[in-house]
């Protein structure tokens, strides 16, 4: 989701080997680099700006994530109860709009969607006598959150519809046979059938968020973003705006570790509630 | 015999001019290209001028971003060893940071440490901040004054401020006669160096330096000072916190929702490019307001550039040439104002007709006044010894997150300042400063 800094800087890929031996060292500007071994990850372990970017992110992932991935649930079970063919592929497709855009371009949208002044939705409220602060300090996490939702969940509605396509037609065959209500095909058949899926989305969107980058920092020259919102805005601040390069590498290793350690969780999770069922 | 005596007092006269003012080097060598980034508009034309005064070079420039976008990209091409431009535009805040970074190369090595007598006093001791080695030439200034819409101000009969008491007065008129609908300015709260500038103005100063042991104070009575009088106009409705630069300002100053703003002097061109006909030609400018009145007038400074040589320029004896070339040279500074808004840092630029032609912008956009004088004037008062800090970056992100809070109303509005000051040391010393609070 967004994108990583060190990826998509002009000077190129920085590997991973790269990033881990940068790590290991200090350098002030350009003057000969010192081997500091594991200093640099005793200060990320101290940094309080990083630990509260990483509270930041799992806040925002436990409300966002279940609310994006229940939309595209409902929109992928709609979808496939459509009959017509080419109202089903007109759907997908506008559904799936949002993530075919730039994330810059959709930043700057909604970012003028957000402005105090100008947003049509605030132009809409005026008659009622109310103004909402989108980008405020209490709008802004919410805001953000409106902004990756609208890019992510046509995304895993995707990935949800094509399981559900899946599904033989004879199971529903069966179940009307059997005299099943809509609901109970969608409870019974449906739902076990997508839940591979779901929880394959739900991996994808814990790593995403946990690299969300480029919708913050877009805001950010419309609104005060703080530059420690999120783990990946502040490793992109310490790095390219301090010039701190060999501590921004202890931080982004750190989060790689912690995106690992919680994508292994969340697998030995699904296998064991799979051997359970 | 006396038209002689004439000609010869005239060669006389011309070689003392001469002596004040340095002519700018040649160049002899074999021909050389030189990168450039830089943001100013239109920089193309001075560098076209520039490449046909010295055929043996010749200058690629590229816009690669404007301020932080640009200085990212440096940073990583300083570190990364290769990829920076021989020749790159850096703001005064910021050159203290590529300093220290050890990016940029000592131009008095190439003889630039002559030319200092060519610029507004303040501006060379940024660039020059030892007095020793010299890190970049100053390109332009920002020295600040007031600007305000004559036509809001003849509508709802205020007179222009010449003190901070009078300013308040206006804004609290003002939202008293349109019941708040009109805000009498904007604080721009997330424009740290706009802030440190009214400091500036107020002779405070943020960061003093003696060798290697630094003192900061961002809280001293002068900041507090100043902030504690923006925020009494912000709590009260008077000013506005619109970010600058952003569309939602360009349509309240276009709407006449906000009177009057404090601008560096590229502030004008600025507007006239934001907001185009809308509200042209209703602009003025006036000197800043004032704190005392001791007589003697004070400004500060916002932003301003200079023209920096990097470390890994292969000719750097050809980029000081250019860099002199391109903020010292009138046709230069000519094309810089006309194109980019650039308000010189070279004292000759002060009187060049072209900036106070009243038929163009950004002039123009104020009903034709000679805006120049008045920043002409305020640059004279700018104080000398203003100094910057290498940890200059964290201090101006910093600065967003407490005053947000203070705009909030979630702290006060000294006590962000407090805070501010707290966590900026905190991080210098991090870094390895020696540096105490004040």
Redesign the interface.
Known sequence: MGWSPARA???GRVDDAKTLYLSLFTQ????PKVFTGLANYV?VLHDGQFLSSLGTIAKFGVIQIPVMLLLALALALYLDGLRSARWRSYFSLSFFLPYAMPTVIGGLLWG?LY????SPFNQMLAPLGGQIDFL??SGLLWSLGNIITWTWTGYNMIILYSALRGVPGELYEAARIDGATNLQVIRFIKLPMVAPALALAALFSIIGTLQIFAEPFVLG????V??NLMPNLYIY?TA??????NYAAALAVVLAIITFALSLGMLALLNFQRRRL | MRKLWLVAAAAVLSLAVAQTAPSLPSYSGPPVTLTFWSWVPGIDKAVAAFEKAYPNITVNASNVGSGPNEYTKLLTALKAGTGAPDVVQIEYDFLPNFIDFGGLADLSKYGADKYSSLFVPWTWSQVSPQGKAVYAIPQDTGPFALVYREDLYKKYGLSVPKTWAEFEANAKKLAQETNGSVQYTDFYSTYAPWFMGLVWADGGRLWTHSGNSWTQSLNSASAKKVIDYWGKLVDNKYAATLPDFTSELNSALAKGQITTLIEAAWGPGSLASRLGSESAADWRAAPLPQWGTDGTFHSGNWGGSSTAVTVQSKHPDAATIFALWLNANGTALGLNWENGGLFPAAKAGLDLPALHDSSKNPSKFFGGQDIAKVYADASAGVPTDFQWAPWFLYANNSFNKYIADAVAGKTGWSAALDAWQQDVLNYAKTQGYQVSGQ
Do not use: D, M, V
């Open positions: 800087h002009p000077t002030h500007g350009i003057r200060r003028y402005s105090k002044g100008l405020g300090r020259s419309l609104t005060f703080p530059t601040f390219f705006n301090y010039g701190n390069f």
